[in-house]
């Protein structure tokens, strides 16, 4: 059979390239319009969460506080901070913001590089 076969793919070379060179348009065709609308049409964005993880619970602590939070930013310039004296000036400067934000409700971890 597959002898056969064989024989008549060689026999029929260029029969063969346009048959498959069809199917493939076919099909690409098929894939692309489909029924119902075209490919890309039916695709949509998904949720790309796994629900159960971390990065999930965090994602759904952060949709529930949208919009009740105030985003703050810090910038120190010009500041050694190989320098112990410095290190305790940043400390002391920052303890009142600090518990502060233990004392809010909703945080359940924060971290400091202090």
């Not at 260029?14 to 069809?22: C, K």
């Not at 994602?59 to 050694?80: M, W």
């Amino acid at each position: 059979m597959l002898t056969w076969l064989a024989r008549r793919v060689v026999k029929d070379a260029w029969f063969v390239v346009i048959t498959w060179a069809i199917l493939s348009a076919t099909l690409l065709a098929t894939a692309l319009v489909g029924s119902g609308g075209g490919l890309f049409s039916r695709l949509e964005a998904g949720s790309i969460s796994i629900p159960g993880t971390e990065s999930a619970a965090g994602q759904q602590i952060l949709d529930s506080l949208a919009g009740d939070s105030v985003p703050v930013t810090l910038l120190v310039r010009r500041v050694n901070l190989r320098d112990t004296e410095h290190q305790e000036k940043i400390v002391s400067a920052l303890a009142k913001p600090r518990q502060e934000l233990v004392a809010m409700s909703g945080v359940e971890g924060w971290w400091t590089p202090f």
